[in-house]
């Protein structure tokens, strides 16, 4: 309760209401109870007192319950009950109060004067009274002590709750950006998975159009023929749907409940060319680097380059011989190069947004290199440079 009394919570939060409650209760109970202890001990009860003590204690209570209105009007209260710490003695529980609250709210100089305002109304109650039972230094002291101790305690719980404040508004700041890194790495992680998605459905929905072509070009081929291109057709389709179960799977409930599948590095490009040349396309490869050579980020960059160029030259060229070359060394780059002739056929072209050479690119500056592609003397190519730390 204390705790809350000194730092309280931001207005309108819970609970606020009745904890201002609650310290405006402390507040005046206290100015009260000081106010009396102070009665009997100063000139109010002695012979030549300037008023009468019931007067005083009337004058001092009506201090008191002016104290209500500080959390309004700080400044304005301590000003107005300041005068009458000149003419009651009960009356200095109210104003000290009141002190306390400006050194809570104000600048040090401006409760600085009203403490020198407040120890300056000891020495007039002492000049107002016919037979002051104790010495002037006596009412200075004793005024200047406890306003210190209310200006200073004041004070302290002024820089106390800067500095709570501070500490709230910094931790919700870390909560915010702790939620925006949750929300940028779940978003780089579907970014990620739709570049993998991308890759993959589209290799496997090209190879299911080039059978599917073949299927509609071929209209005498015999039922051998047509059994192994709707198995190719059906085989491609099954792994393409597992992928997207997948790649949905992991959307919908997040990586971190369930590990990662294994991806294709350089050791798995052989496979892939196995699946393309199973398809009907000319592939040569030649790869003059040891597969355990580079790292696992550094394969699977060089197999994902090599299947996208497959996949392009199956949608615009196909029937085209591809090339494809991998070669270089540790300490420089390591070097992907597909070519492919540039032929025009009467089939019909497979759709595609334009979005993989794009994704490509990005893939490779994210590893550090660069990408060129283009068409030179009837023939397109594609090159990846990717450093290969020594």
């Given at each position: ?262 991806q294709p590095g350089l050791g798995d490009l052989p496979e892939l060319l196995g699946t393309a040349r199973a398809s009907g396309m000319t592939v040569g490869y030649a790869c003059h680097v040891p597969v355990d050579g580079p790292a696992v980020l550094l394969g699977r960059t060089v197999y994902r380059c090599v299947q996208e160029a497959l996949t392009n030259a199956r949608k615009h060229a196909p029937g085209a011989p591809v090339e494809v070359r991998i070669d270089g060394g540790p300490g420089g780059d390591l070097r992907v190069t597909v070519t492919n002739p540039c032929t025009a056929t009467g089939r019909p072209a497979i759709p595609g947004a334009g979005l993989g050479l794009v994704g490509l690119r990005e893939r490779v500056a994210l590893a550090g290199g660069r ?20």
């Amino acid at each position: 309760m204390l705790f809350e009394l000194l730092v309280p919570q931001p207005a309108g939060g819970p609970g606020s209401a009745r904890r201002d409650r609650v310290a405006d209760a402390v507040a005046v109970t206290v100015a009260a109870a000081y106010g009396a202890a102070m009665v009997p001990l100063g000139d109010a009860t002695k012979p030549g007192a300037t008023i009468p003590w019931q007067l005083d204690v009337a004058i001092g209570a009506v201090c008191v319950l002016g104290l209500l209105a500080r959390r309004r009007r700080p400044l304005a209260v301590a000003l107005a009950l300041l005068p009458f710490g000149a003419v009651s003695v009960m009356a200095t529980g109210a104003v000290t109060i009141a002190l306390f609250t400006v050194a809570i709210r104000y600048r040090g100089a401006v409760v600085a004067w009203l403490g020198v305002a407040n120890v300056a109304t000891a020495a007039g109650y002492f000049l107002l009274q016919h037979d002051p039972a104790f010495p002037l230094w006596v009412d200075l002291l004793l005024r200047s002590v406890v306003t210190v101790a209310a200006v200073g305690w004041g004070l302290f719980v002024q820089a106390y709750r800067r500095l709570t404040r501070s500490l709230r508004d910094h931790a919700a700041r870390l909560e915010a950006e702790q939620h925006l890194r949750v929300e940028q790495a779940r978003l780089t992680e579907r970014t990620r998975i739709a570049r993998e998605m991308h890759d993959v459905l589209a290799h496997r929905l090209s190879l299911i159009s080039l059978h599917a072509g073949a299927l509609e070009v071929r209209t005498d081929a015999g039922p051998h023929e047509t059994a192994a291109a709707a198995g190719a057709i059906r085989t491609s389709a099954h792994a393409a749907l597992q992928e997207l179960r997948t790649v949905v799977g992991a959307l919908r409930q997040g990586t971190a409940s369930r590990p990662e599948p294994p991806q294709p590095g350089l050791g798995d490009l052989p496979e892939l060319l196995g699946t393309a040349r199973a398809s009907g396309m000319t592939v040569g490869y030649a790869c003059h680097v040891p597969v355990d050579g580079p790292a696992v980020l550094l394969g699977r960059t060089v197999y994902r380059c090599v299947q996208e160029a497959l996949t392009n030259a199956r949608k615009h060229a196909p029937g085209a011989p591809v090339e494809v070359r991998i070669d270089g060394g540790p300490g420089g780059d390591l070097r992907v190069t597909v070519t492919n002739p540039c032929t025009a056929t009467g089939r019909p072209a497979i759709p595609g947004a334009g979005l993989g050479l794009v994704g490509l690119r990005e893939r490779v500056a994210l590893a550090g290199g660069r990408v060129e592609h283009g068409t030179d003397g009837g023939t397109f190519r594609l090159q990846a440079w990717l450093p290969w730390p020594a």
